[in-house]
């Protein structure tokens, strides 16, 4: 069997890691880069899309044309690229999603007399998430992103802790970390073992049936009455998550498996 990666970076930990699980079982895994193109020749059995840049996505479609399969499909993983079109399906499917308006670019945002939470529009790599708390930290991050187009947050004072689930096809992994968004805490590199409830776990599993995915991550505030959801993320890294890569290997296992059932 072969399984194709559409990613940066091949050598992710998690990816690797996933590239030696299914070596095992005797099946390869090959770098497709994002930006460039496949030839004329066979397809892989399945396409893992890990880059979610333009071109990554273009590259996806234009697979799907030809009949391959691709985890997450290119429409699935263009759904979580916009955070106000996220915020309306989830919102619209009846999920606890943070109230996301589009605020234009940031060199134009009037600062709002509450703290609030302004993200870059389109969710990338290294994009900008931050709490602005007044009208000197707003100066600040408009003289580093002045053409940022953003929307903005209210912001959840939660319990100081950002909390981390995972699904790989329907497997949940969590964790959580200090949230750098809050003032009583600083920022944790590493992040720590946590057991969201039967709850959290339902309304994660929920995001995955909503938008399509089969590999995606789910940013999780306490609100006053209910769990929050303030991001969801297609094919995240997933990293220190014991039994994760197992479980993206399995994944593609089970995915081309299917599709060679169905072609006989």
Not at 93 to 117: H, I, K, N, Q, S
Request: with cysteine; aromatic share 4%; charged share 25%.
């Amino acid at each position: 069997m072969r399984v194709g990666l559409i990613a940066r970076d091949p050598g992710h930990p998690v990816l690797a890691a996933a590239a030696g699980a299914l070596a095992r079982r005797g099946c390869r895994m090959e770098h497709v880069g994002p930006d460039g193109a496949v030839g004329a020749g066979a397809l892989a059995d399945v396409y893992l899309l890990k880059a979610r840049t333009p071109q990554a996505l273009a590259l996806a479609r234009e697979l799907e044309r030809r009949g391959a399969v691709v985890v997450n499909s290119a429409a699935a993983t263009g759904r979580c690229q916009d955070r106000v079109r996220m915020a309306e399906l989830a919102r619209g499917a009846g999920l606890p999603f943070a109230p996301t308006l589009a605020a234009g670019v940031l060199a134009r945002l009037a600062c709002p007399a509450d703290p609030f939470v302004v993200k870059s529009r389109h969710s990338r790599r290294h994009d900008l998430v931050a709490l602005v708390d007044g009208p000197d930290r707003l100066r600040e991050l408009v003289g580093r992103w002045p053409a940022e187009e953003v929307v903005i947050q209210p912001y959840v004072r939660g319990n100081g802790w950002d909390q981390k689930l995972w699904v790989v096809d329907g497997q949940l992994f969590a964790a959580r970390r200090r949230s750098e968004l809050s003032p009583e805490g600083e920022e944790s590199v590493a992040a720590e073992e946590w057991e969201p409830s039967a709850g959290q776990a339902a309304l994660a599993l929920r995001v995955g049936e909503v938008f399509g995915l089969q590999v995606y991550g789910v940013d999780l505030l306490d609100g006053a009455a209910e769990p929050v959801i303030v991001d969801v993320n297609a094919f995240p890294g997933i990293r220190g998550r014991p039994g994760a890569p197992e479980a993206v290997a399995g994944l593609a296992l089970r995915v081309a498996g299917e599709r060679a059932a169905g072609s006989r």
